[in-house]
């Protein structure tokens, strides 16, 4: 059975810093994908990275996927108080459908 | 609506009660997965639908735990003889055809007394 380890596991920063979160697997990543949860809500779909050393970039939002493809991080810049919310990482494990999640950083953002 | 419906959005039974959770996905989605999240965890994959047809149920925690689509569209999952533990939300997400992408919905919170 595939683990999604996520860290830190609660981050509280003040509006303007930057950050690293992290996500790592106990196997090959099939079809890693990141999800921002906001309180009350469902998962929303950030991005979904497939090959060794991809490097996506969603406006601040800077997601990297390792080489070894059991690795990845969120990195954001200049962070907003929007951004606080709940940061999911899944990974298909070579089913079609099934997603397999990390428990998440809880990330709070401080005006 | 354009996005998935649930219904309802908070629930709170006794402990022995029957629980209905409604999932309405977007018009057209093939796909069909329930998703359960306990506090501070991340979602854990219940069952799948294919159209009408349940393929995958191998997340689902007992026998009172049941889902059906029968039309295709909206489904429910049905908890028979709740538990304390199955306090948590339930989520819903449909996709057009799977794999992805998945839609969230907003899930229904199941408090069970």
């Known amino acids: 059975t595939q683990l999604l380890e996520q860290s830190p596991q609660f981050l509280s920063i003040q509006e303007g810093e930057n950050l690293t979160v992290y996500c790592n697997s106990s196997?090959?990543?099939?079809?890693l994908q990141w999800y921002r949860q906001e309180p009350g809500e469902g998962p929303v779909l950030l991005v979904t990275?497939?090959?060794?050393?991809e490097v996506k970039k969603l406006k601040r939002l800077t997601f990297q996927f390792g080489d070894a493809r059991k690795d990845s991080s969120l990195h954001i810049t200049a962070a907003q108080t929007g951004d606080t919310g709940l940061y999911l990482c899944?990974?298909?494990?070579?089913?079609?459908?099934?997603?397999?999640f990390g428990k998440g950083t809880l990330l709070t953002v401080n005006p | 609506g354009a996005g998935v419906s649930q219904s309802p959005r908070y629930k709170v039974a006794k402990r022995g009660q029957d629980v209905a959770l409604r999932c309405d996905p977007i018009?057209?989605?093939?796909?069909l997965f329930w998703y359960q999240q306990a506090l501070g965890q991340g979602p854990e994959f219940l069952t799948y639908?294919?159209?009408?047809?349940?393929?995958?149920k191998s997340g689902l925690p007992s026998d009172r735990f049941f889902a059906e689509r029968p039309e295709g569209s909206v489904s429910t999952l049905k908890i028979q003889r709740t538990q304390q533990e199955d306090s948590a939300v339930y989520l819903c997400a449909s996709s057009p055809l799977a794999p992805w992408p998945q839609h969230f919905g907003d899930g229904t919170r199941l408090s069970i007394l």
């Open positions: 639908f294919q159209n009408e047809a349940q393929l995958d």
């Open positions: 990275v497939v090959t060794g050393g």
């Open positions: 196997s090959v990543f099939s079809s």
């Open positions: 018009s057209g989605h093939v796909s």
């Open positions: 899944a990974d298909s494990g070579g089913s079609n459908y099934k997603l397999t």
